[in-house]
């Protein structure tokens, strides 16, 4: 069985800076992308940042520039660095693993975290 762990949110004022950290657990063998999504009350879910394979990168449009999504792939770890934060970045952040290989085979479904709380507030 494979589980994403989130850790990292926080309360943070406008302009502050907040590192999320995603660990996926179990007999892993590989994971083809990692990923952030967020979803703030009365929204839908919104991909904030992808990295695929550890260099391939792709980010929403109002987090270009103040995100940096990076991975270790060894350690089966996503990271967020989010800078210049904005009350808009306020929701709960969900890590998310495609293509998750593990000794039983290929998982089909993508594995989610539980989510953790990002509030950007003064």
């Known amino acids: 069985q494979v589980q994403l762990v989130e850790f990292g949110g926080d309360l943070v004022q406008p302009g502050g800076s907040l590192r999320l950290s995603c660990e996926a657990s179990?007999?892993?063998?590989?994971?083809?992308?990692m990923g952030w999504y967020r979803q703030a009350p009365g929204k839908q879910r919104e991909l904030v940042a992808v990295i695929v394979s550890g260099l391939s990168t792709n980010y929403e449009d109002s987090v270009k520039g103040r995100f940096t999504i990076s991975r270790d792939i060894g350690k089966n770890t996503v990271h967020l660095q989010m800078n210049n934060l904005r009350p808009e970045d306020t929701a709960v952040y969900y890590c998310k693993a495609g293509g998750v290989r593990t000794r039983t085979g290929l998982i089909q479904q993508a594995v989610w975290g539980q989510g953790t709380q990002v509030t950007v507030s003064s």
């Open positions: 179990g007999s892993i063998f590989s994971i083809y992308s």
